[in-house]
């Protein structure tokens, strides 16, 4: 499959801390995209890292991308309760379809 | 506020049935989409459209049809539910030429009795 792959599958953290998230996917992307998924709803676009990007910030997000190693994380900081959701990582293969993982559910305490 | 407006939020329906899923969004994008999320599954994509009239098939077409008349308005068809078309279905879309982020619809829950 050419799904892309989050670990760990579930994260539960306190309020304050920092939350991680891997992706690794197998073939050539253009780009690698970090969705959020609030319980029952749709997704919303968090970042887009392109190939020959190595890191992006937006706010509290930091995403890393190895493209050599196949593989991006999403660092989320000083979380928030209102970070709770799943979060997905979503490989573009160099076409205009995306493919997703299978998300990282994250739950932050208060 | 741009948006991407699913028709219904909770659906059900017979077995049998022929059910139209209906997406319009209004920001003009070209490219529009439909994908169906199961738990443990992620999300698969179904169909997906590039223009209007155009429709390309995604991972899972197998008992759906869609349709594509109106740039704005992407359609998703069951042609005869059955029980395992039970699903969370998100439309998105996003403009084309890659390196853009898509925008979904809030989801309809499909439940198939």
């Known amino acids: 499959s050419q799904q892309g792959e989050e670990d760990p599958q579930a994260l539960s953290i306190q309020e304050g801390e920092n939350a991680t998230m891997n992706c690794s996917y197998k073939?050539?992307?253009?780009?690698l995209q970090w969705y959020r998924q609030n319980s029952g709803r749709g997704l919303v676009h968090l970042i887009l890292?392109?190939?020959?990007?190595r890191e992006k910030h937006s706010g509290r997000l930091r995403v890393t991308l190895d493209t050599s190693k196949k593989s991006s994380s999403l660092l989320i900081t000083a979380s928030r309760a209102a970070d709770t959701a799943s979060y997905f990582c979503?490989?573009?293969?160099?076409?205009?379809?995306?493919?997703f993982g299978t998300g990282t559910r994250l739950q932050v305490f208060p | 506020d741009v948006k991407v407006t699913q028709s219904s939020r909770y659906l059900v329906k017979r077995t049998g049935e022929k059910v139209f899923l209906e997406c319009v969004q209004d920001?003009?994008?070209?490219?529009m989409f439909w994908y169906r999320q199961d738990p443990g599954l992620g999300l698969r994509l179904i169909y997906f459209?590039?223009?209007?009239?155009?429709?390309e098939k995604g991972d899972i077409p197998e008992g759906y049809s869609v349709s594509r008349e109106k740039k704005e308005r992407f359609s998703l068809i069951l042609e005869s539910a059955s029980t395992n078309q039970t699903s969370m279905y998100l439309c998105?879309?996003?403009?084309?030429?890659?390196?853009?982020?898509?925008?979904f619809g809030s989801g309809t829950r499909l439940t198939v009795v």
């Open positions: 920001m003009d994008h070209e490219n």
């Open positions: 890292i392109r190939s020959n990007e």
């Open positions: 459209s590039y223009d209007v009239k155009m429709k």
């Open positions: 979503a490989t573009d293969f160099n076409t205009d379809k995306l493919i």
């Open positions: 998105a879309s996003n403009f084309a030429g890659g390196d853009y982020g898509y925008t």
């Open positions: 073939t050539s992307i253009n780009n």
